[in-house]
């Protein structure tokens, strides 16, 4: 491989268990979430493991758990010819992955280019008919949604969209796994009990300490969701509120989890696989997560990828996108960067609900894109970002 360079609802809040076995100039720093994929020292990811290993054990092993269910990649269709993956990825988490999967054909001759995923929505369009990318593999559904506003992208394959739910994909894009907001909390300070589930009552009703990453991706677009549930004035005085509160900024949501853990803060607004991965190296850390309902505390966001409508092979392309939706490939995920699979037949790593069962507000994702109006209200409201 050449390398150049994401049914009714019930009580959501839930201790987490120890982990077990667009395309133009002006998309640049609009798009958010690129950055979640940047950490690899202080993020725990894992990836430990053998590009070789049995079906099931891509990656970092996981004691005790089960084979994956779904579908597993031999009774997919074999992938033969050369292809290029734009990749928004960080290769140190889907590295092993993509190898593994080209390992598995001798005929196939798989090219990466790793990336931010604005960088790769403009280099595409700016590329014109003569970009090289059949796939793009972004970390955020608003790439996705930018590369196919432009025009960049063709129809996924309809036995590949059927997969995965109608509301983690669209005609011209699929989700590959997924990321819930949280409200990760120091259990020796709080219990559930004690969490808001209602995003809007912090930090009112929550007699604590907040942390936050508010140069961070995740927490713009969090911001951004807010904006569109809740409206400009309203954001902006929760905004307010939250600096008024003292909230500790950090640098990502990682290091506000660890700070959890470690006493500085007593709850944070993060994605939840950075609970997952402080456990994951401390299984006793003093952290638990809670989840707010129907708001935009609780947006679920997935990674995913579309076809390149200059895809010299869209069959292959739309085959690979199939691996990906694998039960190899969302067993990966689980076990190895600790997302949510989109596939119903392979289990989130911890004590998570199912997707089923989080309360998530019916929002458009792609509306998640456009950061610059969110930043701006940000800094309006006197947050440093």
Known sequence: ???????????????????????????????????????????????????????????????????????????????????????????????????????????????????????????????????????????????LGALADAGRTQAIPDDVAELVREEFRTDQWIGTSGRARTVPYNTESFSESGMPDDIMAYPEEFDGDLGWAPSYGSCQAFVTAMRIIEGEETTREWLEAVVESGITPYNNEFAACQGIADGEIDAA??????????????????????????????????????????????????????????????????RSTFEYPLIPDVEPIGDLPTIDELDVPDIDLAELSDLEATIDLMRDAGVEV
């Not at 402080?278 to 679920?300: E, K, M, Q, R, Y």
């Not at 409508?309 to 869209?314: C, F, G, L, N």
């Open 1 to 143: 491989m050449a390398t150049h360079g994401s049914d009714e609802s019930v009580d959501r809040r839930r201790f987490l268990a120890a982990a077990g076995g667009v395309g133009v100039v002006g998309l640049a720093g609009c798009m958010g979430d690129d950055n979640d994929d940047g950490e690899s020292s202080d993020g725990g990811d894992g990836g430990d493991g053998d590009a070789g290993e049995s079906i099931g054990q891509i990656g970092s092993g996981r004691e005790g758990r089960d084979a994956p269910g779904g579908t597993p990649m031999a009774e997919m269709p074999d992938l033969e010819g050369e292809l290029t993956v734009y990749s928004g990825r960080g290769e140190f988490l889907v590295g092993e992955l993509v190898s593994y999967i080209e390992e598995l054909y001798d005929d196939f001759d798989l090219t990466v280019r790793y990336a931010g995923s604005t960088d790769h929505v403009n280099a595409i369009v700016n590329e014109g008919e003569g970009s090289p990318a059949d796939v793009f593999y972004s970390v955020n559904a608003g790439s």
């Open 269 to 334: 607004f993060t994605n939840h696989y950075y609970i997952q991965r402080v456990l994951d190296g401390n299984p006793g850390a003093s952290i638990a997560t809670a989840f707010t309902s129907g708001d935009a505390g609780a947006v679920f966001n997935v990674a995913g990828a579309a076809v390149v409508d200059t895809a010299s092979d869209a069959t292959l392309a739309g085959n690979f996108v199939r691996h990906l939706l694998s039960a190899e490939a969302q067993d990966y995920f689980a």
